[in-house]
């Protein structure tokens, strides 16, 4: 009875104490289960992928099992929310495959199109685009993708450049010199030294000209004998090789190999001297455009405007009636070229010549000299029939960042031809304005070579400051 009367008030304590941690956890249980609840009986959003996939896609990536993170991407239900830190995994793994149209999607998710781009992200998508197809089985898609490279002369890129010189494509390996020069990086390539000793002329002719720019003095030997023995073209690079290494006498032979009988050494001739801009060569680049030779007067016409002299004007003027619509058409964006304003009302008369190409590049010309006016004009050209014509067109249009020129373009990169769209892509490339987005537009179309024209458009719009931070 004592034991009853002392356990009688305890009673309700007990039951208390137990009851308590049993409401807690009937309160916890039923909270987990409004929390388990499917969104629509919950009424939450979809809840974020859980940290174990990302961490075991972190797991994979850093063990260089690309493949195994793109599979874990995969295997989310398409209902789901993946985080950011696993889109960006997958994105970047995407880029190490060499799959540049995935990484693209993925590029979308992490950055909508109603948020500023993130350019650490889009320029190694861009430069993946070109990277991937350098072993294309495809000439044309190698080459197209080397060519894109040495406009751009990225150092980044030394393997994949110095990989293009054992290209079986001989335009391949002379686009891969090129660029090598472009990068800076002849000085130090070892394989670019080589490439003197390839079986073909112009691949050798375009180390020369790299290794000599960069100032490589060790092969003069190799340019003497090559300016002793050879009686073509590559004579005549190697004699400008020679000059830019010191040897101030080769400007004579470079001179006296621009009236040569073969024309071709003739060109090679006046197209060095071009780019050497000595005021000595004016009265040689001049009698170029009087040469008998069609091909040849184009050349001389192209050289003069690489002279860029006031001097260049009498000769192009002259050229500006020649019976051959490619000597025109040339002389007419070499005026432009030179920027002297004076010029405007030659090329305005231009724009009523009989060939069509050859009004394209008066209209070019002045828009090189700032004539605005001149976008209608090429806006007539863009709406021409003849895909060539638009394609001409575009090209144009790269002398100009008008608002109106880039509502032109804009519309060319949707042509249905593609040599329209490729040099559209190329002329957004060289575009003071913010283009962008017209660009990653580009990077989606089905033509091959335009997404890498686009790829390299990018990237020159990523390396300029003034754009670079509007990018939108």
């Known amino acids: 009875m004592v034991n009853d009367r002392r356990s009688g008030p305890l009673e309700p304590a007990r039951c208390c104490a137990t009851t308590a941690p049993l409401q807690l956890l009937l309160l916890l249980t039923l909270g987990a289960i409004v929390v388990s609840l499917p969104p629509a009986e919950a009424r939450t959003p979809t809840a974020p992928t859980g940290s174990a996939l990302e961490r075991e896609a972190t797991d994979a990536f850093n ?10 991407w995969q295997s989310l239900p398409p209902e789901s929310t993946a985080s950011k830190p696993l889109i960006r995994l997958a994105f970047q793994s995407s880029l190490k495959l060499g799959r540049p149209e995935e990484a693209l999607t993925l590029y979308q998710r992490l950055v909508p199109t109603d948020q500023p781009d993130d350019p650490a992200l889009l320029r190694p998508l861009a430069l993946s685009f070109l990277t991937s197809h350098v072993r294309d089985s495809q000439e044309y898609v190698r080459i197209a993708a080397y060519t894109v490279l040495a406009e751009l002369g990225l150092a980044e890129t030394q393997a994949v450049l110095e990989d293009g010189l054992l290209d079986a494509s001989v335009l391949v390996r002379a ?96 197209g060095v001297l071009g780019q050497l801009k000595r005021a000595s060569s004016l009265s040689v680049l001049s009698q170029g455009v009087y040469d008998p030779e069609p091909s040849v007067r184009a050349f001389a016409a192209g050289a003069l405007g690489d002279y860029g002299q006031v001097g260049a004007v009498a000769p192009l003027t002259h050229a500006l009636g020649d019976e051959s619509a490619r000597v025109r058409a040339v002389a007419a964006t070499s005026l432009g ?37 001149a976008v209608l004009l090429a806006a007539d050209l863009a709406r021409h029939p003849d895909s060539s014509i638009r394609a001409a067109a575009a090209h144009t249009l790269a002398a100009t960042s008008d608002k109106q020129a880039v509502g032109i ?46 790829a390299g458009s990018l990237l020159q719009q990523l390396r300029r400051p003034t754009t670079a931070s509007k990018v939108r």
């Open 63 to 72: 063990h260089a099992e690309y493949d195994q993170v793109l599979k874990l």
């Open 337 to 373: 070229r030179l920027g002297i304003r004076e010029n405007h009302p030659l090329l305005r008369a231009l724009t009523r010549d009989a060939n069509i190409q050859v009004r394209a590049s008066a209209v070019e010309g002045l828009l090189r000299l700032g004539d605005i006016s």
């Open 175 to 270: 686009r891969a010199a090129d660029a090598i020069g472009k990068a800076g990086l002849a000085g130090k390539s070892g394989p670019l030294r080589r490439a003197l000793n390839d079986a073909m002329p112009a691949v050798r002719i375009a180390a020369m000209n790299a290794l000599s720019e960069a100032n490589v003095t060790d092969m003069m030997p190799y340019l003497i004998e090559v300016a002793r023995t050879d009686d073509g073209p590559e004579s005549v690079f190697a004699y400008a090789a020679l000059y830019r290494l010191g040897r101030q006498d080769m400007l004579t032979d470079i001179t006296g190999a621009a009236t040569l009988p073969d024309p071709d050494v003739r060109m090679a001739a006046l």
């Open 409 to 454: 373009l804009q519309t060319l990169l949707q042509d249905q031809q593609p040599q329209p769209r490729l040099l559209a892509a190329k002329a957004l490339g060289k575009s003071g304005a913010p283009v962008t987005p017209l660009l990653k537009k580009g990077l989606q179309d089905s033509d091959v070579t335009i997404r890498l024209a686009a």
